[in-house]
Nanobody, 124 residues
Framework: QVQLVESGGGLVQAGGSLRLSCAAS????????MGWFRQAPGKEREFVAA????????YYADSVKGRFTISRDNAKNTVYLQMNSLKPEDTAVYYC?????????????????WGQGTQVTVSS
């Protein structure tokens, strides 16, 4: 079992930046690929970014490519999401998740463990 706790959300103006953190505890964090997803009111949860267990490969949704950066520090059992040039359409609850071992990093159903989420609100 892996427990995940997100932090770093908040209110920011358009064009601003935030860095989300996800602290993991429980089973070996470095065994898991990790992902960030988000869910806006009235919308389905969508993939944002993922990073492989080593940090060597990263994947992004087209909507955030070039603005967001996912990274991980296995020594600290933490995964990060640096979000720059934020837009009002980035407003959502952001969740981190631990992948079950599937190579389909963009599909929410392939993630076994989820955090409780952190709210990000971008004002125009």
């Amino acid at each position: 079992q892996v427990q995940l706790v997100e932090s770093g959300g908040g209110l920011v103006q358009a064009g601003g930046s935030l860095r989300l953190s996800c602290a993991a505890s429980g089973r070996t964090f470095s065994n898991y690929a990790m992902g960030w997803f988000r869910q806006a009111p009235g919308k389905e949860r969508e993939f944002v970014a993922a990073v492989t267990w080593s940090g060597g490969n990263t994947y992004y949704a087209d909507s955030v490519k070039g603005r967001f950066t996912i990274s991980r520090d296995n020594a600290k059992n933490t995964v990060y999401l640096q979000m720059n040039s934020l837009k009002p359409e980035d407003t959502a609850v952001y969740y981190c998740a631990a992948n079950s071992g599937s190579y389909d990093y963009t599909a929410a159903h392939t993630y076994r463990h989820w955090g409780q989420g952190t709210q990000v609100t971008v004002s125009s």
